[in-house]
């Protein structure tokens, strides 16, 4: 390699026959120092059960990204959001951890020191972890200790002033045993025991209802529609976890606080041991856009949340309940929509299975007819009766409305395809109107006239109602159109509204080409 004159005279560390290529030892280094820390914070993060520093500082990202950015997030990625966001995270700390090391190479405690200042995010992140304990500092200690003496190990030996094939060995065999040792602690990180969560709900029998649901009414027969209950492998997922809080039965209770008579503490047993009621109730998130797909219908099964407040007796005054996650997540409830006798639930089923890790095993919250961010926390774990002046929720803070009921709508999800072969198709969808019940779905194709669709049977009033519309298409293009009203007879406005501060609005609608 040439080197120009201006760089003046070659340092030691400047060197670059080590590796033969200027630069490359010092990346090298950086990249294989930061896998080796990650791994190692991995690691002590799973045998300690506590929050590893790399995903606490993606939990910061989230909290800390603007609303906006949250949305965007959501929109493009759907519930692969989480995914994104941690390789995107996994990106920058390499290309950070390489810029420390080609520059550690020449200047060593310049480079050093941007390692430490990536430790230092690392650190403020951990201590801002929602319920993290003192034990949350011993994967970042590991962190610390192993990248930065990995980063100390290589960089010494990529800028040593050994000249020719010796440097570059002596570089080669500290950077393979780094890589060697962080493999080994990769496939460690595969073999350790899994989550307790996991591990006791695959065990877990939950007892049969004391009120089963009723059955559910015949689909529409739609070929290409979905199921009027959704699987719960294909239910949507919103919820700021970036790593699924792993809670053991055995160890959970739900606190019933504040505003009652009578304080509770329910283990999971005395929660399974009342009568438990199932129901079908579909869920809506407040940031589905008019079309969208964050909104499923599911069988739960639990313990009605009326029963458990008037045990602990609720006291005058009093307007909301503050519920809290495992993971510090915290939602506003009003009071009158847990106690209106409408089909609340703390629920510990979902589709006849006990909750999937993903939907809050072991409790969550299921409340008809409200958005899932004042209603439905997962891996609850406080129940605070309390009033709307007194608190702000997780959402409520970041510029959403503090009540969230769930506006009538509806969506046309068939054909799938835009693209439409002539002659009798099925135009197809679900609408929903929670707690109000959907009484009629009109569809506009083109500018022809608003026609009736045939609905399926009513389920509940809580849950989605299947239509569809039989459709002669001659070529050309359509705009289809649909408008669903509830049961007051109000229909949904056509006033094109985002998702924020408290849920879109809008009529759906689709563009066909017919050939
Ligand atoms: N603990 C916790 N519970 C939560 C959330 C969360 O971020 N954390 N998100 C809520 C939101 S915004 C919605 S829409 C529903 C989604 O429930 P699901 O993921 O089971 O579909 O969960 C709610 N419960
Ligand atoms: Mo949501």
């Given at each position: 390699m040439q080197r120009v004159a201006t760089q003046g005279p070659a340092r030691?560390?400047?060197?670059?026959r080590a590796t033969g290529a200027p630069g490359a030892a010092g990346w090298l280094a950086g990249i294989l120092a930061a896998a080796a820390g990650l791994i190692a914070s991995e690691l002590v993060a799973r045998l300690s059960g506590t929050v590893s520093p790399f995903v606490a500082v993606g939990n910061r990202a989230v909290d800390l990204s603007p609303t906006p950015v949250k949305e965007w997030a959501i929109a493009t990625f759907d519930t692969a959001d989480k995914a994104v966001l941690l390789g995107g995270a996994l990106i920058v700390v390499l290309a950070l951890a390489a810029l420390a090391g080609a520059v550690a190479v020449r200047r060593f405690t310049a480079g050093m020191l941007i390692g430490v200042g990536l430790a230092a995010l690392a650190l403020l992140a951990v201590v801002f972890?929602?319920?993290?304990?003192?034990?949350?500092?011993l994967p970042l200690a590991a962190l610390v200790i192993v990248g930065l003496g990995a980063l100390r190990l290589l960089v010494t030996a990529a800028a040593e002033p050994a000249s020719g094939p010796d440097g570059r060995r002596r570089f080669l065999v500290r950077a393979g045993g780094v890589a060697a040792a962080t493999a080994v602690g990769g496939l460690l990180l595969g073999v350790l025991p899994e989550p307790a969560a996991t591990r006791v709900r695959r065990a877990l029998r939950l007892p049969a209802p004391t009120r089963p649901a009723a059955a559910p009414p015949p689909a529409l027969p739609v070929p290409e529609l979905g199921p009027h209950i959704v699987p719960s492998d294909s239910f949507y997922r919103i919820d700021t976890a970036l790593v699924v809080p792993d809670v053991d039965p055995a160890d959970w209770t739900l606190r019933v606080t504040g505003l009652v008579d009578r304080p509770l503490t329910l283990s999971f047993a005395d929660l399974l041991a009342r009568p438990l009621v199932e129901r079908r109730v579909t869920l809506a998130c407040v940031?589905?856009?008019?079309?969208?797909?964050?909104i499923g219908n599911a069988t739960w099964l639990g313990v009605p949340i009326a029963e458990i407040l008037a045990e602990a007796g609720v006291q005058a005054g009093a307007d909301a309940v503050k519920s809290t996650s495992a993971d510090g997540w915290t939602c506003g409830t009003p009071l009158a929509a847990l106690t209106d006798g409408r089909d609340a639930l703390l629920a510990v089923g979902m589709n006849g299975e006990p909750l999937p890790a993903e939907h809050g095993f072991p409790v969550r919250m299921v409340v008809p007819g409200l958005y899932g961010y004042v209603s439905a926390t997962k891996w609850l774990a406080e129940l605070e009766v309390t009033r709307f002046a007194d608190f702000a929720a997780y959402w409520t803070v970041r510029g959403w409305s503090e009540q969230g009921p769930v506006k009538t709508s509806c969506r046309i999800d068939?054909?799938?395809?835009?693209q439409v072969p002539a002659g009798r198709v099925w135009l197809a969808g679900v609408a929903w109107a929670q707690h109000t019940g959907i009484d009629r779905v009109e569809v506009q194709i083109g500018d022809g006239p608003w026609q009736a669709a045939e609905l399926a049977d009513?389920?509940?009033?809580d849950t989605w109602r299947q239509w569809r519309l039989a459709w002669d298409a001659v070529p050309g293009e359509y705009r289809v159109t649909a408008r669903a009203t509830d049961r007051t007879g109000a229909t949904q406005t056509s006033e094109v509204r985002g998702v924020l501060p408290d849920g879109a609005t809008g009529w759906p609608s689709r563009t066909y080409r017919v050939a």
């Open positions: 030691p560390g400047r060197r670059d972890e929602p319920g993290g304990s003192a034990a949350a500092l940031s589905n856009p008019v079309g969208g797909d964050l068939v054909p799938r395809e835009s009513e389920d509940t009033i």
